[in-house]
């Protein structure tokens, strides 16, 4: 067993632990503002008269009003000459203002009221007609309430705005992201470091969550640890598991700073690899690099996941999502959700550029035996693809030597 993995235990690597957040920068206003012109450009652009936002990402990327979503509407609206205009409850105002500050314009709605019926009468007192973006993220109640509301309106699906947004990075939104992904791969490191014959999958996350926010990060916003055989199953097994010398071991996790999302996975043998085991991790490896390297400017989504699977194919794996094999996508973007516009995946022709993150992470599943899932991400540059944490070392020193 190399080095990298085993001979230390979770006290003495969460007491080592330093954290360091002095390089993170939060978004600030002007950026917001930024977002908004270009999405008032889009409209402009589109014929579309306002985008009406509810309790999600999108409502914080554009505004910084972070909301939790609940049964009853809290939101903006953005009009297509740059105006942003709040919806509240009333009594939720001075929470609001806290965030938002005595400038910004709410409007507010008591508990006997209709806020869909205040969303129109904001559309209507600032002249506004034609057709409305409705964040694709609102609950069903919400958009059919506004449906009904505004029978004046077509209402189309709020992505034709938001999603051209948010998918093109900012260098400060890939500085957050990067402080993120460091973290995670530093807890990566120190996780295979504590582990030992007979730890609980219940352990070692544990473990990981507590290092997360040893480092700054937020608490872990999911972990999968999966020993042996459920390691070929994708998003893992229920259930505890113990670990066995010889097991395959498959962890998957991440965290956020500035609601800025990681997502890292490492697979890697407790113990000496068998040839089975280096073979197929060598070859995970290779689809992963396809991958890396086949996403260029101008490329189209689906190109960077069928280079993935064709060194799978060329293994004797699939076709397609057949298992043995890979079973989903090459990967999916990420930002203010650990799942966001686009995605690596057959079918979408979405060309590469400037700004995008994408997951990389071509999964090997071996029905009855194991599964290996190397992950790290990468950004585009104007010069194509960048890493944000390289690949994996080797099956048996993930981390190096």
């Known amino acids: 067993m190399m080095i990298s993995i085993g001979g230390s235990n979770a006290a003495t690597e969460l007491a080592s632990i330093v954290k360091d957040l002095s390089h993170v920068r939060p978004i600030a206003g002007d950026e917001r503002q930024r977002r908004r012109e270009k999405a008032t450009a889009l409209m402009q652009e589109r014929g579309i008269a306002a985008l009406i936002l509810s309790a999600s990402t999108s409502l914080y990327y554009f505004t910084g009003l972070s909301w939790y979503q609940s049964e009853r509407l809290v939101g903006a609206v953005l009009t297509h000459t740059g105006k942003l205009i709040f919806v509240s409850p009333a009594f939720e105002d001075s929470k609001l203002r806290e965030t938002l500050g005595n400038q910004a314009e709410i409007r507010l709605w008591e508990e006997d009221e209709s806020p869909y019926s205040l969303v129109a009468q904001i559309l209507k007192d600032e002249g506004l007609s034609g057709s409305i973006a409705m964040d694709e993220a609102a609950p069903f109640f919400i958009t059919d309430g506004l449906r009904q509301a505004l029978t004046s309106y077509s209402i189309v699906n709020g992505m034709v705005i938001t999603a051209e947004c948010r998918m093109h990075k900012s260098a400060n939104e890939i500085a957050l992201m990067q402080a993120a992904k460091n973290i995670t791969l530093e807890v990566q490191r120190r996780t295979a470091k504590i582990l030992r014959e007979g730890i609980s999958s219940v352990e070692v ?16 916003t999911f972990c999968i640890v999966s020993f042996g055989l459920p390691t070929s199953i994708p998003h893992g097994p229920d259930g505890v598991q113990y670990l066995k010398e010889g097991d395959m071991v498959l962890i998957d996790t991440g965290c956020m700073i500035e609601r800025y999302h990681s997502d890292i996975t490492r697979s890697y043998v407790f113990g000496e690899p068998t040839a089975r085991q280096r073979s197929m991790w060598d070859l995970e490896k290779a689809a992963q690099a396809a991958a890396f390297d086949a996403a260029q400017i101008g490329v ?26 890979l079973p989903h996508r090459t990967g999916h973007g990420i930002g203010l959700d650990i799942h966001e516009w686009t995605y690596l995946v057959k079918g979408n022709k979405t060309p590469l550029a400037a700004g995008m993150c994408f997951s990389n992470e071509p999964m090997i599943c071996l029905d009855g035996e194991f599964g290996i899932r190397l992950e790290d991400h990468f950004y585009m540059t104007e010069n194509g693809p960048k890493w944000f944490t390289g690949q994996s070392h080797a099956v048996d020193a993930p981390f190096g030597a």
């Open 300 to 325: 189209s989504c689906e190109d960077v996941d069928a280079a993935a699977r064709r060194v799978l194919e060329a293994a004797g794996l699939g076709p397609g999502y057949k298992t043995p094999g």
């Open 205 to 220: 996350a544990d473990f990981i969550n507590q290092a997360h926010r040893a480092f700054g990060g937020s608490s872990s």
